[in-house]
């Protein structure tokens, strides 16, 4: 049987995951946006813990992890929105790997490099010359990981030509439009390394935390803040609201767990359970967002709580890497065919 | 349930089933060493009994929605719309089944954390109000994808495949009832699993 419960090892991993995250300078949102987009102590202590190479096996200079373990890595990275390149960096690491590019692969590893996150805007999935890309991890970075459905292409920023750069709602978002100029340094096939599904199942995991933290955030305030002299959790309209949030981390946390179990694994439903996992994970971090500002009254739609700041993250995630109108038809793609307009 | 005094009228459902029943008890007898527990404890043993319906009673059902929602898929891309387009080239349809296939990939996902969680305690905890809650709701959600895919078919009794189809959808409705009411799964995990006050 598929075990979805975390064992001792990974609660350990949990705990100091989330300690890191914990002590890390409160997030600095000045007139809407963070103070730097990366916290570099932070940075270079997530290296220190393996964060970059965790799923990476030992005889590449891995941890030797799983994708199960990766996933309470990003779940924490979620909750505590942790800004940063780490999602890209990681997926860096995993081509370096694949590639045979020790240096590089070291490099990533101690933290020395950072690596944004790239897509596609235009229709040309297989990043050649004039191809069209965009990040949301701004143009500053090392290098750039283009993922695709089929294939991922790293590139050197000296490849790109930067059309436009703009900011988002979300404090941490640094987008980016670049063209590409030159050719990649290295590409690999989804048989070799699925980057694509891979980060499905960890924006799933950033998401599942966004579920999980802003359930708490409601329950904790549901408790302690007081309306008619009882605390408003006692009201059915509050409290059925925060179940409803609770069912939802759980269905989250479940299915990205069991994604991520398959998608490393032979058993050959890990693509299905790795869209259908993000699916649903961009619907319910929305739907939970969305209730904890509503569960803080008017204190939640001030911008000094943070309940927008898990509404903006978790509209950002839901866009990365595919739409929901896009997922949805992969998910159903040999049923409807992938001509349907 | 054969004791003197003891009477069961049958009470026929919307289904149209008589699946339910009410029990009259008339100066009824029952000797000791059939009592379930302790005497004045059988509110106790009652939750308990409970406790397993919401908890895994209905794991094959959860796990057979999985399978549901890919016959539906079957039907969706087999039945034909009036301008003689399969109903499932409708946007509304494909939205409405790829939300439906991971919830029902999701159940399975939390019945099988739930079972774990079991395996280390006597009783099942009231996280199961939660697959309970899930399930009920999710399986009223595909019966009725089911119905509006199925169509005007469904109002016709006599049409024996597509109106199981209707049978299925009316079943569907005693789960968020039966077991404790959806409001009640929804107390037990605010006041139970989140602690907030009652």
């Given at each position: 049987m598929d075990e979805l419960l975390e064992d001792e090892e990974q609660l350990a991993i949990v705990e100091s995951v989330s300690a890191l995250v914990k002590s890390a300078s409160p997030v600095r949102v000045i007139d809407g946006f963070l103070q730097s987009p990366v916290d570099e102590a932070l940075w270079s202590e997530?290296?220190?813990?393996?964060?970059?190479?965790?799923?990476?096996?030992?005889?590449?200079?891995?941890?030797?992890?799983?994708?199960?373990?990766?996933?309470?890595?990003?779940?924490?990275?979620?909750?505590?929105?942790?800004?940063?390149?780490?999602?890209?960096?990681?997926?860096?690491?995993?081509?370096?790997?694949?590639?045979?590019?020790?240096?590089?692969?070291?490099?990533?590893?101690?933290?020395?490099?950072?690596?944004?996150?790239?897509?596609?805007?235009?229709?040309?999935?297989?990043?050649?010359?004039?191809?069209?890309?965009?990040?949301?991890?701004?143009?500053?970075?090392?290098?750039?990981?283009?993922?695709?459905?089929?294939?991922?292409?790293?590139?050197?920023?000296?490849?790109?030509?930067?059309?436009?750069?703009?900011?988002?709602?979300?404090?941490?978002?640094?987008?980016?439009?670049?063209e590409i100029a030159g050719d990649a340094l290295y590409s690999v096939e989804d048989t070799t390394f699925d980057a694509y599904?891979?980060?499905?199942?960890?924006?799933?995991?950033?998401?599942?935390?966004?579920?999980?933290?802003?359930?708490?955030?409601?329950?904790?305030?549901?408790?302690?803040?007081?309306?008619?002299?009882?605390?408003?959790?006692?009201?059915?309209?509050?409290?059925?609201?925060?179940a409803d949030q609770a069912v939802r981390a759980e269905a989250v946390t479940s299915l990205t767990t069991l994604a991520a179990l398959r998608l490393g694994s032979a058993v050959d439903d890990g693509v299905l359970l790795a869209v259908s996992a993000r699916l649903l994970a961009a619907s319910y971090a929305m739907s939970n967002a969305l209730d904890n500002v509503q569960n803080h009254g008017a204190v939640g739609f001030t911008e000094e709580n943070d309940a927008h700041l898990y509404l903006k993250r978790a509209q950002l995630y839901s866009q990365m890497l595919g739409t929901t109108r896009g997922l949805r038809d992969q998910s159903l793609r040999e049923h409807v065919g992938d001509g349907r307009s | 349930m054969h004791a003197d005094g003891v009477e069961v009228r049958t009470i026929k459902s919307l289904t149209g089933e008589e699946s339910l029943a009410e029990v009259l008890y008339k100066d009824v007898r029952i000797p000791l060493g059939n009592v379930v527990g302790e005497m004045g404890d059988g509110w106790r043993v009652a939750m308990s009994t409970l406790s397993f319906e919401r908890g895994t009673a209905f794991m094959k059902h959860q796990l057979n929605l999985v399978q549901d929602i890919e016959r539906i898929i079957a039907m969706a891309e087999s039945m034909l719309d009036a301008h003689d387009r399969p109903v499932i080239a409708d946007d509304a349809f494909v939205d409405?089944?790829?939300?439906?296939?991971?919830?029902?990939?999701?159940?399975?996902?939390?019945?099988?954390?739930?079972?774990?969680?079991?395996?280390?305690?006597?009783?099942?905890?009231?996280?199961?109000?939660?697959?309970?809650?899930?399930?009920?709701?999710?399986?009223?959600?595909v019966a009725r994808l089911a119905l509006d895919i199925a169509g005007a078919g469904t109002l016709d009794r006599s049409n024996d495949g597509v109106s199981k189809i209707a049978d299925g959808f009316y079943k569907s409705l005693s789960g968020t009832i039966a077991a404790g009411t959806k409001d009640i799964q929804r107390n037990i995990i605010g006041e139970r699993l989140l602690g907030l006050p009652r």
């Open positions: 997530a290296a220190n813990q393996g964060w970059f190479t965790l799923d990476i096996p030992v005889d590449q200079g891995g941890l030797g992890l799983s994708l199960v373990d990766q996933t309470l890595v990003f779940r924490e990275i979620g909750r505590g929105l942790v800004s940063g390149p780490f999602l890209g960096t990681v997926l860096g690491s995993h081509v370096a790997s694949s590639v045979g590019d020790k240096a590089l692969f070291d490099r990533i590893g101690e933290g020395a490099v950072k690596v944004a996150l790239c897509e596609s805007t235009d229709e040309s999935l297989d990043f050649t010359l004039g191809g069209l890309i965009r990040t949301f991890d701004g143009a500053a970075t090392d290098y750039m990981v283009c993922v695709g459905p089929s294939q991922t292409k790293l590139f050197d920023p000296s490849a790109v030509r930067i059309v436009s750069e703009t900011r988002c709602f979300d404090p941490s978002a640094y987008h980016a439009e670049f599904h891979y980060s499905q199942v960890l924006i799933s995991a950033m998401l599942s935390g966004i579920c999980e933290a802003t359930r708490d955030k409601s329950v904790d305030y549901s408790k302690t803040r007081i309306q008619f002299d009882v605390p408003i959790g006692s009201f059915q309209a509050v409290k059925h609201r925060c | 409405r089944l790829a939300l439906a296939r991971a919830e029902a990939r999701a159940l399975g996902a939390m019945t099988l954390r739930t079972v774990s969680r079991n395996a280390k305690r006597e009783l099942p905890g009231p996280d199961g109000s939660m697959v309970r809650l899930y399930y009920s709701e999710l399986n009223q959600r």
